[in-house]
């Protein structure tokens, strides 16, 4: 249950021109299943490649997505090695849970604004429905929902770099969160990942935000759908994210791969 959470966390946490790195660093954090916690992070991106980095404790968590290679690398500091996912034919294999042009709901403005520092956001609120069949299996339909306020500040330092990432991996169809988890709970992945496409399409980069996943059954279900719904219902999560700091300097290349020397394990 904790990978889960800490999966969701990290998705909160999307030919290269003479683009300006972007590096934001944020703290994240998370509520649900029992598990809560606050963590620190940061994101760098440089053209279609980005990298997280969470702390947790006395390791860090690391996620890099290279969109050109269609390889996501996930690994930890305190071990060696590192899964790679290939994730043109993972995205095949999520297609079969997920209907996109079932997606509902969006993001819309609610005039509202506020100071953040020296910078202005604007308030949107957010609630995107994406329903999913794990495994295929009907009984086990399911509805996911993100609900919650956002601030973005439009004009923000690192903005267009930051946005044309996400619209290219909206492109391709990625997903933002670790596979293994994907893989139990597609409609969280593509609901996470139609989040950061809508994020791209307004522009400007989200400084905070207070997002509930709540999850619910899809129609009647198959027999044992009371149980069912009782489960997903322990599933609700809350997240929160807030930007502590963005900057633009250059990024060196082998910040995008795993460390040489690391054993690398393909996943499928």
């Given at each position: 249950m904790?990978?889960?959470v800490l999966?969701?966390?990290?998705?909160?946490a999307?030919?290269v021109?003479?683009?300006?790195?972007?590096t934001?660093?944020?703290t994240t954090?998370?509520?649900?299943?029992?598990?809560?916690?606050?963590?620190t992070g940061?994101?760098?991106?440089?053209?279609?490649?980005?990298?997280?980095?969470?702390?947790?404790g006395?390791?860090?968590?690391?996620?890099?997505?290279?969109?050109d290679a269609?390889?996501?690398?996930i690994?930890?500091?305190?071990?060696?090695?590192?899964?790679?996912?290939e994730?043109?034919?993972f995205?095949?294999?999520?297609?079969t849970?997920?209907?996109?042009?079932?997606?509902?709901?969006?993001?819309?403005?609610?005039?509202?604004?506020?100071?953040?520092?020296?910078?202005?956001?604007?308030?949107?609120?957010?609630e995107?429905?994406?329903p999913?069949?794990?495994?295929?299996?009907?009984?086990?339909?399911?509805t996911?929902?993100?609900?919650?306020?956002?601030?973005?500040?439009?004009?923000?330092?690192?903005?267009e770099?930051?946005?044309?990432?996400?619209?290219?991996?909206?492109e391709?169809?990625w997903i933002f969160?670790?596979?293994?988890?994907?893989?139990?709970?597609?409609?969280?992945?593509?609901?996470i990942a139609?989040?950061y496409k809508?994020?791209?399409?307004i522009?400007?980069?989200?400084?905070?935000?207070?997002?509930?996943?709540k999850?619910?059954?899809?129609?009647?279900?198959g027999?044992?759908?009371?149980?069912m719904?009782?489960?997903l219902?322990?599933m609700?999560?809350?997240m929160?994210?807030?930007?502590d700091?963005?900057?633009?300097?250059?990024?060196a290349?082998?910040?995008?791969?795993?460390?040489?020397?690391?054993?690398?394990?393909?996943?499928?």
């Amino acid at each position: 249950m904790k990978q889960v959470v800490l999966a969701v966390v990290a998705s909160l946490a999307i030919a290269v021109p003479a683009w300006a790195d972007v590096t934001i660093k944020m703290t994240t954090g998370g509520k649900g299943m029992g598990i809560a916690q606050t963590m620190t992070g940061t994101t760098y991106i440089k053209g279609n490649k980005m990298r997280t980095d969470l702390v947790m404790g006395d390791k860090v968590q690391t996620t890099i997505f290279d969109l050109d290679a269609q390889k996501m690398f996930i690994f930890e500091s305190q071990k060696k090695e590192a899964d790679v996912w290939e994730m043109g034919a993972f995205m095949q294999e999520m297609g079969t849970a997920v209907d996109l042009t079932k997606i509902t709901g969006g993001i819309k403005p609610n005039g509202q604004t506020k100071a953040i520092g020296s910078l202005t956001a604007h308030g949107y609120d957010m609630e995107i429905s994406v329903p999913a069949t794990p495994g295929g299996n009907k009984d086990m339909a399911m509805t996911v929902t993100l609900v919650g306020p956002v601030w973005i500040v439009k004009g923000a330092p690192g903005a267009e770099e930051y946005n044309r990432f996400y619209r290219n991996a909206s492109e391709k169809g990625w997903i933002f969160s670790d596979p293994r988890v994907a893989k139990s709970q597609p409609g969280q992945a593509k609901a996470i990942a139609e989040m950061y496409k809508q994020f791209a399409a307004i522009g400007g980069i989200v400084y905070e935000s207070d997002t509930q996943i709540k999850m619910s059954m899809a129609g009647s279900g198959g027999p044992g759908a009371g149980v069912m719904a009782g489960m997903l219902a322990k599933m609700n999560m809350s997240m929160q994210t807030k930007v502590d700091d963005i900057q633009t300097t250059a990024l060196a290349d082998d910040l995008f791969a795993p460390p040489a020397g690391y054993k690398l394990n393909t996943k499928k």
